[in-house]
């Protein structure tokens, strides 16, 4: 089976600041990791995904994630915050070895920037 | 541009109503999804389909049906045995072709409310 965590529900952080948005997740064979976003009243937007190669993955918006095998983690990075960056994150993973395509999400992270 | 269409954004059903919520994508997509979002929670899968004329149930189908007569169309219908219907509804597509995202493209959610 496969599983995500994302071990806070809040975050705030001052605008300017670097901020850190936590993910780990469980699998069996190989994952597949993604971030999304969600602003109010909205669908979810992709942002970045980690599939292969270079463990440090960039994204849209000046996000990156960093995938960390030994401590199975996919933790959602930006160096410097914006107010307009204040919103409700998810992370998903997919076992690829199971030949599906579903993910499961983790139950999201509202991350609030402070002006 | 391709993408997701979920209509209609904002919907009331009465007691005893089965309405039909109506997810329509452009992509050629294969993979379907409807996932059900409450107030500060996270994603829950109600129904997935991977290819026409064939669907699965996810982790709360109860009160709910689907049907997937054509790949791009994957309407949901609540019915009134769902209790508790009112809640904000995703349809969700993916594909794994070659040079595919492997993650989920979103429509933009309905949000139902039980009047």
């Known amino acids: 089976a496969q599983s995500v965590a994302q071990p806070e529900d809040q975050v705030n952080v001052a605008e300017g600041n670097p901020l850190t948005v936590k993910c780990t997740y469980s699998v069996s064979g190989n994952p597949y990791l993604f971030w999304y976003v969600q602003y109010p009243n909205r669908g979810l937007q992709f942002l970045l995904k980690y599939i292969t190669g270079d463990n440090l993955v960039k994204g849209s918006y000046g996000f990156e994630a960093e995938f960390n095998k030994s401590q199975t983690s996919f933790h959602l990075k930006k160096p410097s915050a914006l107010v307009s960056d204040s919103a409700l994150y998810f992370c998903a993973v997919r076992d690829i070895s199971f030949g599906n395509e579903k993910l499961t999400f983790g139950t999201g992270t509202r991350l609030t920037i402070i002006p | 541009d391709g993408g997701i269409t979920q209509s209609p954004k904002y919907l009331f059903r009465k007691e005893g109503q089965n309405v039909t919520l109506s997810c329509e994508q452009n992509l050629n997509h294969d993979a379907m999804y409807w996932y059900r979002q409450d107030p500060g929670q996270g994603l829950r899968l109600i129904y997935y389909?991977?290819?026409?004329?064939?669907?699965q149930k996810g982790d709360i189908a109860e009160g709910y049906s689907v049907s997937r007569e054509k790949k791009e169309s994957f309407p949901l219908t609540v019915t009134s045995a769902q209790k508790n219907p009112t809640a904000f509804y995703l349809c969700?597509?993916?594909?794994?072709?070659?040079?595919?995202?492997?993650?989920?493209?979103f429509g933009s959610g309905t949000r139902l409310t039980v009047v």
């Open positions: 969700a597509s993916s594909s794994d072709r070659v040079g595919a995202n492997y993650g989920y493209t």
């Open positions: 389909s991977q290819i026409v004329n064939d669907f």
